[in-house]
């Protein structure tokens, strides 16, 4: 007898991210697993525990023990959109993180990022409010780096639209 695909119940996975201050920080709201995934280049269940501190991020994983600034992250959606304040941020972190040539640019985690949120869109709207969040942070990115991102959108927009 064959056993059913489906699952008998709904599987939530359990958040690892930790406020541990009474006052949040306003990017504290772009924190995600998927990008300390990214930016450590581990599994999810590798990650113990990100704890959101009121000036810093603690990531605690399998092999991993960091703090990482708020401004490492990427934007994302389903909260409010970033704002100048954000930007100022973003750029300030850049410009001294990176080396001269890529100074006042996302690093390349945004990109993978990005990238790994098309793919993961479970529709044409979803993707599109991805779009939407990519075109207003285009400053961030190199004129290469941000047609991969468009050439990825229109690629997984198309995939969506034949598979439906």
């Known amino acids: 007898m064959l056993s059913s695909l489906k699952p008998k119940a709904l599987v939530i996975r359990e958040s ?53 600034s708020y401004a490492d992250f990427p934007p994302i959606i389903g909260v409010e959109p970033p704002t100048t304040a954000d930007f100022i941020k973003w750029r300030k972190r850049w410009k001294k993180q990176n080396e001269q040539g890529r100074r006042s640019k996302a690093p390349e985690l945004w990109v993978k990022f990005f990238l790994n949120e098309f793919w993961r869109s479970p529709s044409s709207a979803v993707l599109y409010t991805w779009g939407k969040l990519v075109a207003l942070i285009k400053f961030a990115f190199h004129e290469e780096r941000l047609q991969e991102l468009r050439d990825s959108y229109r690629q997984q927009s198309k995939w969506l639209v034949v598979s439906r």
């Open 16 to 68: 690892k991210i930790v406020h541990k201050s009474s006052i949040r920080h306003n990017s504290s709201r772009f924190v995600t697993e998927e990008a300390v995934t990214i930016m450590f280049n581990i599994n999810l269940e590798d990650i113990y525990v990100v704890e959101c501190w009121r000036y810093i991020v603690y990531v605690h994983a399998k092999g991993v023990s960091k703090f990482v």
